[in-house]
Nanobody, 126 residues
Framework: QVQRVESGGGLAQAGGSLTLSCAASGRTFTSCVTGWFRQAPGKGREFVAVINWTSGGTYYANSVKGRFTISRDNAKNTVYLQMNSLKPEDTAVYYC???????????????????WGQGTQVTVSS
């Protein structure tokens, strides 16, 4: 199976910024949708943002809307998550996920994705 590799996680202060990257590892692949999810300690995995690879259309969870931006680089086959105005509540392991096919739906559920990365830790201090 094709793997996804996240990078860019680390420590940040409240109000700071971090940019996460999601790249393919190993074999080449085709993906219509790429999403970001996160899981905080003691909580379930939650949807963060999603982008349609072809159209560039995006959708965000209310908790990050206005602060986070998801984007893609077609040449590099990479998806990014720009996180601004970070809050301690953003602390979590962030996962990149890819889905092969798409319609008009935004796919905010983890079971709708085919490939997943290993996760990268983001910690925001107050």
């Amino acid at each position: 199976q094709v793997q996804r590799v996240e990078s860019g996680g680390g420590l940040a202060q409240a109000g700071g910024s971090l940019t996460l990257s999601c790249a393919a590892s190993g074999r080449t692949f085709t993906s219509c949708v790429t999403g970001w999810f996160r899981q905080a300690p003691g909580k379930g995995r939650e949807f963060v943002a999603v982008i349609n690879w072809t159209s560039g259309g995006t959708y965000y969870a209310n908790s990050v809307k206005g602060r986070f931006t998801i984007s893609r680089d077609n040449a590099k086959n990479t998806v990014y998550l720009q996180m601004n105005s970070l809050k301690p509540e953003d602390t979590a392991v962030y996962y990149c996920a890819a889905r092969r096919y798409s319609g008009s739906y935004y796919y905010p559920h983890e079971y709708e994705y085919d490939y997943w990365g290993q996760g990268t830790q983001v910690t925001v201090s107050s």
